[in-house]
């Protein structure tokens, strides 16, 4: 069984530039979250998707946004990028057939370098 | 501030050493989470413990959670350099109708010395 899958592995970028990662969720599961990892803050919520639509939505500014397709693969974009956005965007997936969060299967994370 | 308090950040122990990670807040949670994430890789999870005083057993790692599903602990015996890694707690609440969010600690990161 195919784990949940994140491109790109790492990318740099500059100041003001923005940039696109992607997600494909395990087969079958409908739910995708997004999270900001850095040493500082550790894992940090950025939103949930479920169907095609936001469930849930962290403290982030609205640079940040994402979207989630019928095939339940997910895609989150930073714009106008800053420094201090220089993390690893881990995408979790989740096959919750109800409430509750059910267990999250991580990807390996997308390593995101601003200079 | 950190909704959930992890303690200790680091821990530096032999092989074969017992040791005790803690996961503290004041919210109450529906259940709580325990992850490991070892470089270059995402988290994993170890188990989830949904009812307060509940303990649950994985080989060397006990896992409780507090009376009041406020806190949990996890304790590793014998630990082994396999262990080493980055354990996060994650707490778990309702955030309105159906829908639940998973917040997460800090994390506590454990190496184990051969």
């Known amino acids: 069984k195919a784990g949940v899958t994140q491109t790109p592995r790492y990318l740099i970028k500059t100041r003001g530039q923005q940039v696109t990662l992607s997600c494909s969720p395990i087969s079958g599961h409908r739910s995708v979250s997004w999270y900001q990892q850095t040493p500082g803050q550790g894992l940090q919520f950025l939103f949930e998707y479920f169907s095609e639509t936001q469930r849930n939505k962290g403290n982030f500014p609205g640079r940040f946004s994402g979207r989630q397709f019928s095939n339940s693969r997910s895609e989150m974009n930073v714009s106008t990028l800053e420094l201090g956005d220089s993390a690893l965007y881990l995408c979790?997936?989740?096959?919750?057939?109800?409430?509750?969060?059910?267990?999250?299967?991580f990807g390996e994370g997308s390593r995101l370098t601003v200079l | 501030t950190q909704l959930l308090e992890q303690s200790p950040q680091f821990l530096s122990i032999q092989e074969g050493e017992n040791l005790t990670v803690y996961c503290n807040s004041s919210?109450?949670?529906?259940?709580l989470q325990w992850y490991r994430q070892e470089p270059g890789e995402g988290p994993v999870l170890l188990v989830t413990?949904?009812?307060?005083?509940e303990v649950k057993k994985l080989k060397r790692l006990t896992f409780q959670f507090g009376d009041a599903r406020k806190d949990s602990s996890l304790h590793i015996t014998a630990a082994q350099p396999g262990d080493t890694g980055l354990y996060l707690c994650a707490g778990e609440r309702n955030s309105g109708g159906s829908n639940y969010k998973l917040t997460f600690g800090k994390g506590t990161l454990l190496t184990v010395n051969p």
């Open positions: 919210s109450v949670f529906s259940s």
């Open positions: 979790a997936s989740s096959i919750l057939a109800g409430g509750g969060t059910g267990e999250l299967f």
């Open positions: 413990v949904v009812t307060g005083g």
